[in-house]
T-cell receptor, first 112, second 115 residues
Framework: DQQVKQNSPSLSVQEGRISILNCDYT??????FLWYKKYPAEGPTFLISISSIKDKNEDGRFTVFLNKSAKHLSLHIVPSQPGDSAVYFC???????????FGTGTRLKVLA | EPEVTQTPSHQVTQMGQEVILRCVPISNHLYFYWYRQILGQKVEFLVSFYNNEISEKSEIFDDQFSVERPDGSNFTLKIRSTKLEDSAMYFC?????????????FGSGTRLTVV
């Protein structure tokens, strides 16, 4: 079951530069997409979400873009900070449910 | 900031034994969830719970699993007869509303090791 895929297991970015994390999905019945951040020994922390009827949502340094035709979403972090170093999970919610289907995560390392 | 509390942080159990994982959700939240993450794999949905009943469950959540909200504060996951493949990090989560666009609050997890 690979409905949500994060094809890059890791990403390194210089402090101050933009981090772009990508996510692809296969199920057109997802109605919400979310990004979570996870530090070691902690649970996932909600970052930002986007409805399937939108193509962009912005919250401070974090912006999520949704391209429904390509079934692709991305998270942009700008400027990246060393404290952003964590594993980032993309998650999608099928319409009519309250559950999330998670991707496998991308480990972001922001270099000082 | 309110948080979801899970105990214990790590539990080791013999194969075939029953185990109960405990969670205290955020006090004014109404929806409760269990997820798990097998080492190196993705976070997987197990079950959602609302109004004292299961609202949704995954294929993983078979007859060996059960959930309960025994009082006004705790939310538990029971595995009746643990198998080696149940070894994973188990995350409890809660949310005020069932709509998923605001995200849940997850606990820090319980690492279950079945030997």
């Amino acid at each position: 079951d690979q409905q949500v895929k994060q094809n890059s297991p890791s990403l390194s970015v210089q402090e101050g530069r933009i981090s772009i994390l990508n996510c692809d999905y296969t199920n057109s019945m997802f109605d919400y997409f979310l990004w979570y951040k996870k530090y070691p020994a902690e649970g996932p922390t909600f970052l930002i979400s986007i409805s399937s009827i939108k193509d962009k949502n912005e919250d401070g340094r974090f912006t999520v873009f949704l391209n429904k035709s390509a079934k692709h979403l991305s998270l942009h972090i700008v400027p990246s900070q060393p404290g952003d170093s964590a594993v980032y999970f993309c998650a999608a919610s099928p319409s009519g449910t309250y559950k999330y289907i998670f991707g496998t995560g991308t480990r972001l390392k922001v270099l000082a | 900031e309110p948080e979801v509390t899970q105990t214990p942080s790590h539990q080791v159990t013999q194969m075939g034994q029953e185990v109960i994982l405990r969670c205290v959700p955020i006090s004014n939240h109404l929806y409760f969830y269990w997820y798990r993450q097998i080492l190196g794999q993705k976070v997987e949905f197990l079950v959602s719970f609302y109004n004292n009943e299961i609202s949704e469950k995954s294929e993983i959540f078979d007859d060996q699993f059960s959930v309960e909200r025994p009082d006004g504060s705790n939310f538990t996951l029971k595995i009746r007869s643990t198998k080696l493949e149940d070894s994973a990090m188990y995350f409890c989560a809660s949310s005020m509303a069932g709509g998923t666009h605001h995200g849940y609050t997850f606990g820090s997890g319980t690492r279950l090791t079945v030997v």
